[in-house]
């Protein structure tokens, strides 16, 4: 029996079907990623470590510099300084912004879509509410686990621990202490968020596009590895945008985190910055930033998206893979 001719629209390489937060195992989603999640953290820290050491230097150290510095005064143990802190935290601001982020896409991409948007309008309009969403509910956890780790980064030797610091941080500041610097947070991260998510979503559909016109004929189906390529580029492609941005505000951030004074404002982090070496002070770790924010965002949306999948209810992932 002869099988039935293959169209050229099933031909071409196209964007796996989007899963939504109804269709998550919710016990399985958060169990695997804690566990996805931290490993992934744990081999990208030591470039935020080098970020936020070069955001706080009063010269212009060089990442290479910097590196050797640490390996040859704290040893490889130095690249790590603040890390279970930073891990103890990631956890339950993970579970929020998967939530927030999840729940967000679901709801405004069913409302865009019955207001008579295109598929790709609402798509990149739920990825950015669901980018601001996320980072916003994040914030109330993160921030406060970035001023200890970040503390533990830079003054490491002043602290004994992750305990130690937030012990300390609790007797000089009190609970203020610990959300220096979340109004400049939030200004950073919900927009560039949005713009992440919205970007991810629009060069994942131009990619899939082009390979499409360029592979006439040719049946590539949905492999698995062509599928995390395409995912890892456009979360490359995004964060580089999002990186040269939203730096200069990161550099604020984190020194209002770092910093000792009683009264710290924002005016006053600018001048010194600016005192330091211009406008260009305020990019200091840009090198190291765009590094992390790639390698992230590849690692974490590749990760993201097997998450996802893995994770689907039975019935909804014999409906995926059967598309």
Request: glycine residues 8%.
């Amino acid at each position: 029996m002869s099988s039935s001719p293959t169209t050229y629209e099933e031909s071409q390489p196209h964007p796996p079907q989007e899963i939504d937060w109804h269709m998550l195992d919710k016990s399985k989603f958060f169990c695997i990623g804690t566990a996805l999640f931290s490993a992934v953290s744990a081999a990208l820290y030591p470039a935020i470590v080098l970020k936020t050491r070069q955001q706080m230097s009063a010269a212009g150290i060089s990442c290479r510099h910097m590196s050797r510095s640490i390996m040859r005064y704290e040893g490889f143990r130095g690249f790590y300084r603040g890390f279970g802190t930073s891990l103890m935290g990631a956890i339950p601001a993970r579970a929020l912004y998967m939530s927030a982020l999840e729940v967000t896409k679901s709801k405004v991409a069913s409302a865009t879509l019955r207001w008579g948007f295109s598929d790709a309008s609402a798509t990149a309009i739920a990825n950015a509410a669901g980018g601001v969403a996320s980072a916003m509910a994040a914030q109330l956890v993160w921030t406060p686990v970035d001023v200890v780790s970040q503390r533990l980064m830079v003054q490491g030797v002043c602290y004994r621990n992750g305990f130690d610091a937030f012990r300390k941080i609790m007797g000089v500041d009190g609970p203020r202490g610990f959300y220096r610097g979340f109004g400049v947070s939030i200004v950073t991260y919900a927009p560039s968020n949005a713009v992440w998510w919205a970007s991810y979503s629009m060069v994942q559909k131009l990619i899939w596009g082009t390979m499409g016109s360029k592979n006439e004929g040719l049946s590539l189906g949905r492999d698995s590895r062509m599928v995390m390529g395409v995912q890892g580029l456009s979360a490359v492609m995004a964060s580089g945008v999002c990186a040269l941005v939203t730096m200069p505000l990161d550099t604020i951030k984190t020194r209002l985190q770092v910093l000792e004074a009683d009264e710290v404002r924002v005016v006053e982090v600018v001048r010194d910055l600016v005192r330091e070496g211009g406008v260009l002070a305020c990019y200091r770790g840009l090198g190291p930033r765009c590094v992390s924010m790639s390698m992230s965002a590849a690692a974490m949306i590749t990760t993201y998206e097997f998450l996802k999948r893995v994770s689907a209810k039975n019935a909804d992932r014999l409906a995926l893979y059967s598309v």
